[in-house]
């Protein structure tokens, strides 16, 4: 199983992000796909997650109405677009497989 994030980097407040992770050694479509963050100095925590089929999605209370999590089983890929991004976004994001996790992307959120 391998999982690499991309898209992290800085943005002003108010700014957009959009990650992907691309998944390979395993059947993509057969699994749910979560992101979660850590922050600075915080332990790591929730942020997304979508079903195999794409068909449902949840976000963590800190994200909804800001972010959304989507997937393309065609290419392997989950995605985590991020609207209105604010400094306590600033954190790096992981990918996540039952019992797997990418090496994360940092994202900077500063004025």
């Known amino acids: 199983v391998k999982l690499v994030e991309s898209g992290g980097g800085l943005v002003q407040p108010g700014g957009s992000l959009r990650l992907s992770c691309a998944a390979s050694?395993?059947?993509?479509?057969?699994?749910?796909m979560r992101w979660y963050r850590q922050p600075p100095g915080k332990e790591r925590e929730y942020v997304a997650i979508?079903?195999?089929?794409?068909?449902?999605?949840d976000y963590a209370d800190s994200v909804k109405g800001r972010f959304t999590i989507s997937r393309d089983n065609a290419k392997n890929t989950v995605y985590l677009q991020m609207n209105s991004l604010k400094p306590e976004d600033t954190a790096v994001y992981y990918c996540?497989?039952?019992?797997?996790w990418g090496q994360g992307t940092q994202v900077t959120v500063f004025s």
């Open positions: 979508i079903t195999s089929t794409g068909g449902s999605t």
């Open positions: 996540y497989r039952s019992g797997f």
């Open positions: 050694g395993f059947t993509f479509s057969n699994y749910d």
